[in-house]
Each structure stands twice: as C-alpha cells, then as structure tokens.
C-alpha cells in the first residue's frame, strides 16, 4: 500500500497521475499546505522539507517502510518499482536528463511565475517578466523537442510525460491572462492534449475532490505557504 500525502497543486497531481496510470493501490493523505499542516512534526518526519508530495510505500524492498519525497523521485521510485513507464535501458540517459530539465526548470519557474502573479505585492514587473519568459523559453524548448515526436523520450509514454504533464496542466495559471497559452507551441500543445486525454487524467483530477482544502490566501496562509518571509518565532 502506497500512502499518498497530497495537495491539489501540480507536484502532487503528477504521482496522483503515475498512481492510477500504475494501477498501485493507495491511500490519500490530506496536507493541507494553506493550514500549515506540512509543518507538523509528524509530516516532517516523512519530508524534513515540509512540502508535498511525499509517499509512505509500506510493502516496500526487504519488507520495511519507505518514504519518498520530491515529486521527481517519487516517480522513479514507483516507475522502478513497477517497472512501468521508465522507458527502454537506452533511454535512461535521455529519461534521467529530461526529468530533471523539468524538476529543475520548468517547474520551479512555473512556481514564481505563479507566485509574482498571484501572491506577491504589487510592484514586481521584473520578477513576473523574468518568470514569464524563462516559462515561455522552456516551453520553446520542449516544443522543439517534440517536432515529430509522440512523446519526450523514446517511442512510450514515460515519467517524464507524466512529470511535464504536472506543470503544462497549470498553463493558463502560469501565463496569466493568455487564453490559450499554449498556441505559441503547436508541438507541445498537441502533446498536451493527448495525454491528457488518457483515462488515467480524468481519475487523477478527480485525488482529493472529497476533501475540503482551504482556499483563502489570508494571514495563515501566507504564513504557511511562505514561512521564509517571517522573521523566525514571529
């Protein structure tokens, strides 16, 4: 059994999607980030980072519990442990690149994109024009590499499909205020759009619906979402 902490934002939404894709038979944990629940000692014991996704695999290798944070590594895990959506051998280099473009790329410049847009005071014209085209140029860039092709790596649907699928779900957010973010890129936008047609999309969107997160970003969430911009015992 997989115990899946979760909140609906887009890191989580790429395991929630790996899960059902996989077929593994696991339990949702509400976090709810906007509370502070992520902060509690009991889930710092399973993320010392305090953020979700996390996962608790209590079948895991030599019968004892593993817990997995970070949404890329989680996906490893699980793709390896299933052996399911990891590619060919000689897709690995590809697979290991490709997944870490989009963890160390994609999707933290789609969180400030995010966050100068949505959160932060006004008067950030830099920050937000910054993330905006890092995001535009990232999206340049996995369009190129999907000219002719079904998917990112190999000739199969992969973790990495499911990991940029996370982020390029959230395209309307992340570019503010474009109806359709993803005109500019004819290739990714077609890629888009098959996967996200895949069964397993709507069962994934559908993690979490039963539960009521909070919506408000006031005071405590603020303080929650982001602790580092209170001075320590504030």
Do not use: C
């Amino acid at each position: 059994m997989i115990r899946f902490y979760f909140h609906p934002t887009p890191n989580p939404a790429k395991v929630a999607l790996l899960l059902e894709e996989t077929g593994l038979a696991y339990e949702v944990v509400p976090v709810d980030t906007s509370k502070g629940e992520q902060h509690s000692a009991a889930f710092r014991a399973i993320n010392p980072n305090g953020k979700v996704p996390a996962i608790v695999d209590t079948d895991a290798a030599g019968g004892v519990e593993a817990r997995v944070f970070d949404s890329s590594a989680i996906l490893l895990y699980l793709g390896e442990k299933t052996n399911q959506f990891m590619g060919t051998p000689a897709d690995r280099p590809e697979l290991l690149s490709w997944l870490f473009f989009i963890s160390s790329g994609l999707g933290p410049f789609s969180g400030q994109a995010v966050h100068f847009q949505y959160a932060a005071p006004e008067g950030n014209a830099y920050a937000v024009n910054r993330y905006r085209r890092e995001i535009e140029r990232h999206y340049q860039v996995l369009d190129e590499r999907l000219a002719g092709r079904e998917f990112i790596v190999g000739d199969s649907y992969s973790i990495v499909d499911i990991s940029a699928w996370g982020w390029l779900d959230r395209a309307p957010r992340v570019l503010k205020g474009e109806a359709d973010p993803l005109a500019p890129f004819p290739n990714l936008k077609r890629w888009f759009q098959a996967i996200d047609a895949r069964p397993a999309v709507g069962r994934a969107r559908a993690v979490g619906k039963d539960h009521a997160f909070k919506k408000e970003l006031d005071e405590q969430a603020r303080r929650a979402l982001f602790p580092s911009n209170y001075p320590l015992n504030a």
